[in-house]
Each structure stands twice: as C-alpha cells, then as structure tokens.
C-alpha cells in the first residue's frame, strides 16, 4: 500500500477477459517493469499462463503470489501462494475440497456450514438471523443506521427447517459479544411458522436470556405469531423492521450496561 502510494508506477495491472487469458503484449508489459530478459520473459508467461488456467479451472476467487522470485541462475520461480475458492462451486470439486482443514477455522463456522446456513461473524453486540443475503444486507444497515454494529451475518435460506433456526440461534448465541438477537424473515418459499417454532425451540433449549426481537412478514405470519403469543418465551414481536432494529440497539446498549454493572436484566419472562 505505501508502494502504490508514493511509486504509483511501481505498481502494473491488466485485466483479462474470460476464457481470453492475458495476452502476449500485456505479458511483455509486465515483463518489462520486472526488469526480466531472454528466458526469464518465457518462463514468467508459463507461470501466468498455468496460474490463470488454474484459476479459472477450479473456480478461484484469489491466486496471489507472493513472492515471484529471480534466483541467481536466472530462474523465475513461485515461492509462495495463497489462493481462495468460492464455496459455491464445491459441488465441481468435491475432491478439493474435501482436503479443507476444519480445524484451522471458528468453530462457529465449521457448525454453520455444517448445518447447511450462511454465517459470517462480525464484531457488534447485536445477532441477526435473517432468510435472504439481500435482506440480510439490509438488516444489518438499518442497524447502523440506528448506531448499532451487527455481530454476524447469517443466512438461513429459503427452505430452512425448524431444527437449522435453532442451529442458527446455538451459533449466534455462542459469541458472548451478543447482547440481542433481531429475527428478520420475510415468508415467501419460507414459512413464517417454520421459522417461529425453530425460535421457540431454541429459545426453549438454549435458556436464552438475551433480548430477542423478531420480525416476520409473508407467508404463515398469523399461524407464527400465535405460536408466539401461545408460549411462555420473552419474544418482542415488532411488525416494522425500522422499529425492529431501534429496539434491537436500546436493548443490546441496555444488556451491555447491566453487565458492565454487574446488574442481572431477566428477559426469560413470559409476555
């Protein structure tokens, strides 16, 4: 970064398009800023060569390499990489991924994918569990809106079972940074009663004793809030996502005091 911004030209980028590759004029380009000669010019476009084709081949979205160095007797050689690929595409390469190290990663993740949910931790107070990546975004922005931070993106989908939600809440409600849980799903392929009862489930198991706001609109909204209004659980029912998540962040700053106080705030009441 301190190179690209002071030496702007120490810095070469191409672009490629699709299946095209780079081209043999782009290659010399870079070659001449890398100060190369004679074979080393052949050997630097074999590397790129291969590394684009592995790139494009198994579905990478990074292949860094770094660093690219020139030994004493001339050679160009790779000694160091890191490559990144898109989780969607595993079903093209079971093989590869199949040698993913669980163990280098949060136990959060690991139990997410496992559980067939979409969850990314963050670092706020405030646990979303929303169905749809766009409302998701959204959700979380409101929350910022309202000056509060999200502590996770997570994504149960739009088939989600009873027992996946209550995975979701296990997740979510095992980051102790999470003071308050605020439920957004919007029941089209989803059904709202689905996903009540995975709430009350969890809520039930887990012994929650965190705020938990939740908003539900589409298909099987009244089935879901009278499976609600019919249980002993603390639920905050709130129709308005904007309202929601004002709630969430009163809330979540109430909890987070409380505990800087050593102040016990009970939220397992009945309504």
């Not at 990478?60 to 969607?88: H, M, Q, W, Y």
């Not at 595409?89 to 990663?105: G, I, N, T, V």
């Not at 887990?206 to 609600?228: C, F, H, S, W, Y």
């Amino acid at each position: 970064a301190v190179v690209s911004t002071r030496v702007r030209e120490a810095v070469v980028s191409t672009q490629s398009t699709g299946e095209a590759g780079i081209s043999d004029k782009e290659m010399e380009a870079v070659a001449d800023v890398l100060d190369l000669q004679g074979d080393q010019r052949v050997q630097l476009k074999s590397h790129v060569e291969k590394l684009y084709n592995l790139f494009v081949k198994y579905d990478s979205t990074l292949l860094e390499i770094n660093p690219l160095a020139e030994l004493t007797d001339g050679r160009v050689l790779c000694l160091d990489c890191k490559i990144n690929f898109d989780d969607n595409a595993e079903y093209r390469h079971p093989d590869l991924f199949s040698k993913r190290d669980w163990s280098q990663e949060d136990k959060r993740d690991v139990d997410a994918n496992n559980a067939g949910l979409n969850y990314i931790g963050l670092d706020g107070s405030i646990g979303c569990l929303v169905n749809g990546a766009g409302l998701a975004m959204a959700t979380m922005d409101v929350i910022k809106l309202h000056g509060g931070d999200p502590a996770n993106f997570l994504d149960v989908g739009g088939g989600a079972t009873s027992e996946q939600v209550t995975e979701a809440f296990k997740i979510i409600s095992s980051d102790p940074k999470v003071k308050a849980i605020l439920v957004n799903i919007f029941g089209g392929i989803m059904r709202c009663d689905v996903i009540a009862q995975g709430i009350l489930d969890a809520a039930t198991n887990l012994k929650m004793d965190i705020p938990l706001i939740v908003r539900l609109q589409g298909t099987n909204v009244n089935e879901a809030k009278a499976l609600m209004a019919l249980s002993n659980i603390k639920i905050l029912p709130i129709d308005d996502l904007d309202d929601a998540a004002s709630m969430a962040v009163k809330l979540s700053d109430i909890v987070s005091r409380a505990q800087e106080l050593k102040v016990k705030v009970d939220f397992s009441l009945g309504i």
